[in-house]
C-alpha cells in the first residue's frame, strides 16, 4: 500500500490482512494500526517522517521489534510497537485571539439579526456561517 506524503493523520489497515508492503512516510500520522493478525506477511515497512507518531499498533510488539529491522523497516526515533496504543483525544482545542470584523447576511449586507444564515467575518479571514435561533 502505497500513501506517503499525503498529510495523513490516521492510518488504520487493521481489516487489510492480505497487506505485504505499506509505505507510509512523510505523512502527519500521530496514530497507525497495522494490527491485522497477519504481520508476519509485512516485508516492507516504511513510516518514516511521522514526528507525532510514537505507538504502532501490531499483533505482537516482541516480534515487531525483533524482525522489523533494516533497509525494508523503517521509522522514527520516537516509535515504538504495542498490542494496545493508548487512545488518541478526540477533542482538539485551537485557541486564538481572532477580533470579529462584521456580521453579515447571505447577500453581503452587515446585520445583527437571528433566525437567519449569517457570515461573522474576523480579522485572519477565517469566515463563520452560523444560523442563531431564538
Not at 470584523?101 to 469566515?127: A, H, M, S
Request: proline letters at 2%; hydrophobic letters at 35%; one cysteine or more.
Amino acid at each position: 500500500m502505497y500513501c506517503d506524503s499525503n498529510q495523513l493523520t490516521s492510518l488504520d489497515v487493521s481489516n487489510n490482512t492480505a497487506l505485504t508492503h505499506l509505505f507510509c512516510f512523510s505523512n502527519q500520522l500521530i496514530s497507525l494500526d497495522v494490527k491485522n493478525g497477519n504481520n508476519s506477511t509485512l516485508t516492507v515497512f516504511l513510516c518514516y517522517l511521522n514526528l507525532n507518531l510514537t505507538c504502532i499498533n501490531v499483533d505482537d510488539a516482541a516480534w515487531s521489534t525483533l524482525n522489523w529491522t533494516g533497509t525494508f523497516f523503517s521509522g522514527d526515533s520516537q516509535n515504538y510497537f504495542s498490542t494496545n496504543c493508548p487512545p488518541l483525544s478526540a477533542i482538539q482545542e485551537h485557541t486564538t485571539n481572532k477580533k470579529l470584523l462584521k456580521i453579515t447576511d447571505i447577500l453581503g449586507r452587515e446585520i445583527n439579526q437571528t433566525n437567519q444564515p449569517l457570515f461573522y467575518i474576523y480579522d485572519d479571514g477565517t469566515v463563520e456561517k452560523r444560523i442563531v435561533i431564538e
